[in-house]
């Protein structure tokens, strides 16, 4: 048996229930939709309450609302601590021990990427907008609601399922090993992991992985009149533009992967600040520039891809210019999720509950479409899918939005889903 064909059996893509939703699917899908407005006014609730990564208080408030109803869901709760050093809420983490089916880890993230003061929730018929409507805390309804739903058809009981949402998805706390420790535990526990991020068409089972860099570099501070002599050397700001462009020559058309040179000063004198990626910068136009900062990042889609292209970043950087000299940092990845079968099987699990309740096909996500998540994370230890949450769109952005109607059709898939994971391998319902 190939080892597409027995992942399928394990996860319960099984092709004679694909197109046929059974009754208590569509007593899961009635559910959600009569509870639409619920889930509206509990997205108003959580984005109106500021969550900013940097903002712990707000991040463990969010992460409170949504504790109570695990709670009275059944859920055995607790908020994860991180250590002080690393300046983050930590995360909120909820399981319910059953001896059904699969074990499945649910995971969402309470914070936004927006810091100090962020825009409310602003609702316009079917559409809403504010900061996290979109990503993610559209998605975190998405996840508490599935549960409700499972739990009004009287089928969450004797499911394994557990719960992680993340209070520094946006800007995880370093080093990773510690900030996503309870992650990947919680992952070595499971056998399917999934991401409720933004649903952006289709699903996310391969995505890739990213990792930022930081490039340093020294010239000799000379006359400009006397720049490409062995006295003054060519200088910190043509050296940086050889090793970026040297960047550039030898990664460009590798598939799925992509460097970014996002903030860069250089001069006399620089001052840059890594954690807020700002930096000012003096000099005069007839003095060869002493230094240079710049930061970016790098993304990949496998983590020999990744080792790869830190072996050639080095390299550049490693030949200098005269008179210069330059050393480059990277920072801890955020792993990539690399393609596999058991991934490949949960999609064509969704994909057959998404036709069964009429919602139409579910196929894969180009792995260049979605940034790097906490699924990757779990990835290398479970079948991991990402994407279930909401639509909507401009994440990131001042303008994010969401389509309320997609709210109820994301639950409705998702409990399902998680209906058939429970039920793998036992008779159709």
């Not at 229930?17 to 699917?25: D, F, G, M």
């Not at 059953?98 to 929730?121: P, Y």
């Not at 999609?347 to 479409?369: C, F, H, I, N, Q």
């Not at 303008?399 to 399902?416: H, K, N």
């Amino acid at each position: 048996m190939g080892a597409l064909a027995a992942a399928a059996l394990l996860f319960g893509a099984a092709p004679a229930r694909a197109q046929t939703a059974a009754p208590v699917e569509l007593e899961l899908r009635a559910y959600a939709e009569r509870h639409r407005d619920e889930q509206v006014a509990l997205l108003e609730r959580i984005v109106n309450l500021q969550s900013g990564t940097m903002n712990a208080a707000g991040v463990k408030v969010v992460g409170e609302v949504l504790r109570r109803s695990l709670d009275s869901l059944g859920f055995t709760t607790s908020w994860i601590d991180l250590p002080p050093t690393l300046d983050r809420a930590g995360h909120l983490y909820a399981e319910r021990k059953g001896a059904r089916g699969r074990r499945i880890l649910l995971i969402g993230h309470l914070d936004t990427v927006f810091e100090g003061a962020q825009r409310g929730f602003q609702r316009a018929d079917t559409l809403a907008r504010g900061a996290g409507v979109y990503d993610m805390k559209g998605g975190d309804v998405v996840i508490l609601y599935a549960l409700k739903a499972l739990a009004s058809a009287g089928v969450l009981d004797g499911m394994q399922v557990s719960v992680l949402l993340t209070g520094d998805e946006e800007a995880a706390g370093q080093p990773m090993s510690v900030s996503r420790a309870a992650l990947v535990d919680a992952a070595r526990r499971s056998d399917v992991a999934i991401d409720f991020e933004p649903d952006a068409g289709s699903a996310t089972v391969a995505q890739r992985g990213a990792t930022s860099w930081i490039l340093r570099v020294t010239g000799r501070q000379y006359h400009s009149g006397a720049i490409f002599t062995p006295d003054a050397g060519y200088g910190a700001v043509l050296e940086a533009a050889r090793i970026i462009d040297g960047f550039r020559t030898t990664m460009a058309g590798e598939p799925y992967l992509t460097f970014n040179p996002a903030v860069i000063a250089g001069g006399t004198q620089v001052a840059f600040d890594t954690m807020a990626l700002s930096a000012s910068a003096a000099g005069k136009d007839n003095i060869v520039p002493r230094a240079l900062t710049a930061t970016g990042d790098l993304r990949f889609l496998y983590d020999s891809q990744l080792v790869h292209a830190e072996a050639r970043m080095r390299e550049i950087v490693a030949r200098h210019l005269p008179g210069t000299s330059a050393t480059i940092s990277f920072a801890d990845p955020y792993p990539a999720m690399a393609p596999s079968p058991r991934n490949d099987a949960l999609l064509a699990t969704l994909d057959s509950v998404s036709r069964a309740l009429g919602y139409g096909p579910v196929e894969a996500l180009d792995p260049a479409k979605r940034g790097a998540a906490d699924i990757a994370f779990a990835a290398p230890y479970t079948a991991a899918i990402n994407g279930l949450g909401v639509r909507g769109g401009g994440a990131h952005t001042p303008d994010e939005w969401v389509d309320l109607r997609s709210l109820p059709t994301a639950t409705a898939r998702a409990a399902a889903f998680l209906l058939r994971l429970s039920r793998a391998g036992q008779a159709a319902p």
